[in-house]
């Protein structure tokens, strides 16, 4: 678990061959430093909206705006969360759409499933935090080392990194079911919704 977005930055650029920085700028003026702060933050958004990562979700009850939306498909809109980076779903069940930072369906108050944005990278899974560290190396390389065949390597660590975050995580998603056998608790709950 990371304890501060300049240990996940630092990962990313060790791993580039460059110095660690000791802050973000202004304490840390360096163009390691630089550049780690101009990224971090939206490839970390990037990587968390990859995947339905258990750390990243959280639920939030919402009443409809009192403006009925445009499209007369829909009775109701909701305002999204400002952390809301990905909708992952609602609840009760119904159809529903994403339009800009509105979601529209038809039911007067519902309770949203989202990713949320991470500010507190103590909040991090370890793997996600690895992902996230490779996405930062992979975004930097071509300015940092500046060779092609090392910037493939970089992709090639980050696809990996994600690879295992999804599977470390869909792992913490996993029950034994009253019957004995294992199933997946996503899986579960949309079977339970679709009824």
Same mark, same amino acid.
């Given at each position: 678990m990371a304890t501060s977005w300049v240990e996940v930055c630092n990962l990313a650029l060790t791993a580039l061959g460059s110095q660690p920085?000791?802050?973000?700028?202004?304490?840390?003026?360096?163009?390691?430093?630089?550049?780690?702060q101009a990224c971090y933050q939206m490839l970390a958004d990037e990587v968390l909206s990859a995947a339905d990562f258990a750390c990243a979700e959280t639920r939030q009850a919402l009443n409809a705006d009192t403006t009925a939306p445009e499209d007369p498909e829909w009775t109701y809109q909701f305002q999204l969360p400002i952390d809301c980076l990905h909708v992952r779903g609602v609840s009760p069940a119904t159809d529903y759409v994403r339009s800009g930072n509105m979601l529209l369906c038809n039911e007067v108050s519902i309770t949203l499933v989202y990713t949320r944005k991470l500010t507190d990278p103590t909040l991090l899974d370890s793997h996600v935090g690895s992902a996230i560290a490779a996405r930062i190396a992979m975004h930097l390389a071509p300015k940092i080392v500046q060779k092609m065949d090392f910037t493939r390597m970089m992709i090639a660590a980050y696809d990996r990194a994600l690879l295992e975050a999804r599977m470390a995580d869909a792992k913490?998603?996993?029950? /034994?079911?009253?019957? +004995?056998?294992?199933?997946?608790?996503?899986?579960?709950?949309? /079977?339970?919704?679709? +009824?």
């Open positions: 920085i000791t802050a973000f700028p202004p304490t840390d003026d360096s163009q390691a430093a630089k550049l780690a913490g998603k996993r029950k /034994v079911s009253g019957s +004995g056998r294992t199933a997946n608790v996503l899986l579960d709950q949309r /079977v339970e919704e679709i +009824g």
